[in-house]
């Protein structure tokens, strides 16, 4: 199948995994690519694979000229891989060019004779795609550089007339990026340059792929970093300018209801979360929590960790009231353990793939992604931890990420292997010690998009779970563990006393207001009896006169003084006016 790029020129899909991207849409059509690299490098495997895509994926026949491996090793090498190779034996063909010593030994020879067969081939299946590979042996029996270059010349006119897409392999010379210089005019004739190279950094090996050349087309010249796998060649790419992830505004939980609060109702479907902290600090097990969650949610997870056994994660997190085993064996929770050692970054990256896709998986869980740094700063295991949150992110896979780290202040030193940045949450976890006890406080650093608590929390392991308490702070030192609940109880005791002394004041004011009442009262009282009293006097006085002017008059009466009798009665009368 041929694709037209953004220019004039047609390209054709190779198959690889990642490659395409970095090369702009494919390799160019109906030209020629010159791919280099040492012995173990992938040569062969590019060429087969590039075949193998397009019979499968395109219906398109094509031709494999082995200068060096016989056709039974070929077919036997490309069947390890997932490409179903027997079914495709219809489309692909196999061509043995391999010299034989009396050729060799006989004296001069030219590529007229291999090129008619070779052109009957292609005719004869209707190949579209032909791999030359290990044209470096044919030419290397020529034993003259200059008759070399005019064969190879002659071959590249011959493949343009042919009008099929050609990939030419050859051994690179010392720095496996170059052609040996007998032959680095191949580099010159090529439409398209692709270099391979295996070398071992730090006791861990490593291969490296770029496009050195590619005329008429837009790719990138960097270096990728590829692996071999089952599924063949996969590169890890991420070299387009325009970054496009799938959102979600949907919540998912952490597994700690807690946690969830602080993040405003827990994790963004989709998104990458990075827990960074020393070794001990609860990093697995936070990640475990989330996988418990997801798989109760009978969401498919995937945790991937390194370094250690599945039976040890599940027996571990169970002392915490975390049981993964029955999600294990219901299908919904796969633990795969990888040694970090034994393949380079971008070969893990490329397992964590696969197993994704095996495992069809909602949620993805990498503990710890540091291990891929068996060196600190390994530029290489930086760039496959962004490849693996980039592959997340791209699919819509949930991702929770742990990474060791010094238990320095997470504001002022980010992760060894720098994906801090592009984490979506950030949470540290750190040792706090004080009291002769070591206690683990967890804070959450950054989370895009969501109102997060900017608060400390101490973080308790129990055999009932994980819980996240408050900081406590006296006088401004945090206290945790044995220490706080000693202050705690302390304080309380003193709070408790402090209540009770005031309650006693209380009512020592209550029954003094109560007294001072009655005293009123009692003066109240006294005042009123003595009103009384006094009223009394002047009623009894008032009443004392009355009667002695009548008894005054009475007396007049009875002794017949008339005029006396009338004068002090009138004068009576007027004083009762």
């Known amino acids: 199948m041929v694709k037209q790029n953004k220019g004039c020129i047609r390209y054709v899909p190779t198959g690889i995994v990642g490659f395409d ?4 849409g494919g390799l160019p059509a109906e030209r020629i690519t010159v791919v280099l690299g040492g012995a173990g490098s992938g040569k062969t495997i590019f060429g087969a694979q ?30 390890t891989f997932t490409w179903n190779i027997d079914s495709l034996r219809s489309k692909i063909e196999v061509l043995d060019a391999r010299l034989s010593e009396s050729v060799v030994h006989g004296g001069d020879f030219d590529l007229l004779g291999l090129l008619a067969v070779i052109g009957a081939k292609a005719k004869a299946t209707g190949a579209k795609r032909i791999v030359l590979d290990g044209l470096d042996v044919l030419l290397g029996h020529l034993g003259d550089s200059a008759l070399a270059r005019r064969e190879v010349f002659r071959l590249r006119d011959w493949l343009h007339v042919s009008g099929m897409t050609a990939v030419i392999t050859a051994k690179a010379g010392a720095d496996e990026a170059q052609a040996a210089s007998d032959y680095d005019f191949l580099q010159f004739m090529a439409d398209c340059v692709v270099t391979m190279q295996h070398r071992v950094v730090a006791g861990t090996a490593l ?53 969830d609060g602080m993040l405003s109702g827990g994790y963004y479907r989709g998104s990458s979360t990075l827990i960074t902290g020393a070794p001990g600090t609860a990093k697995t097990t936070l990640a475990a929590a989330f996988a418990d969650a997801a798989s109760r949610r009978k969401e498919r997870t995937l945790f991937v960790s390194f370094d250690e056994a599945p039976e040890q994660i599940v027996r571990n997190v169970e002392s915490i009231g975390i049981h993964l085993a029955p999600h294990i064996r219901a299908g919904t929770l796969k633990i795969y353990s990888l040694r970090s050692r034994v393949a380079s970054p971008e070969a893990h990256v490329a397992s ?16 710890p992604i540091s291990a891929l740094a068996p060196r600190s700063g390994n530029a290489d295991a930086e760039g496959a931890a962004v490849h693996i949150v980039d592959l997340a992110k791209t699919q819509g896979i ?51 998009g969501t109102g997060h608590s900017n608060q400390v929390r101490e973080l308790v392991l129990t055999s009932a779970g994980i819980t996240f308490a408050d900081v406590y702070s006296v006088d401004g030192e945090v206290l945790m563990g044995t220490l706080r609940w000693q ?22 004011a209550e029954l003094a207001v109560a007294e001072t009442k009655v005293r009123a009262q009692a003066v109240v009282v006294e005042q009123a009896v003595r009103e009384a009293t006094l009223e009394r006097l002047k009623l009894d006085r008032e009443s004392d006169v009355s009667q002695t002017a009548t008894q005054n008059l009475e007396l007049l009466h009875r002794r017949g003084d008339d005029d006396l009798r009338v004068a002090p009665l009138q004068k009576a009368k007027r004083s009762r006016r």
Request: proline residues 2%; glycine residues 8%; aromatic residues 4%.
């Open 21 to 24: 991207e970095v090369i702009g």
């Open 50 to 79: 590039l075949l193998a895509a397009g019979a499968r994926d395109h219906a398109e026949a094509g031709l494999f000229v082995a200068f060096e491996e016989s056709a039974k090793a070929i077919f036997e090498n490309a069947a």
């Open 207 to 259: 291969r490296l792929i770029r496009v050195a050349k590619c005329r008429g087309g837009a790719h990138s010249a960097n270096e990728f970093p590829f692996s071999i796998t089952d599924a063949g060649i996969e590169v890890g790419a991420g070299s387009n300018t325009e970054l496009r992830h799938v959102v979600s505004a949907r919540r998912v939980s952490s597994g700690m209801e807690r946690l």
């Open 352 to 367: 964590i793939r696969a197993l994704l896709r095996e495992h069809r998986a909602d949620n993805l869980i990498v503990d």
């Open 398 to 448: 949930t991702s929770v990420i742990t990474s060791l780290l010094g238990n320095a202040a997470p504001l002022t030193k980010e992760t060894p292997i720098g994906i801090s940045t592009i984490a979506d949450t950030w949470m540290h976890l750190a040792y706090v010690v004080n009291g002769g006890e070591r206690n683990r406080a967890l804070t959450i650093v950054k989370s895009r």
């Open 487 to 508: 202050t705690e109880n302390e304080q309380g005791r003193l709070r408790k006393s402090a209540k009770r002394d005031a309650e006693f004041r209380q009512r020592e």
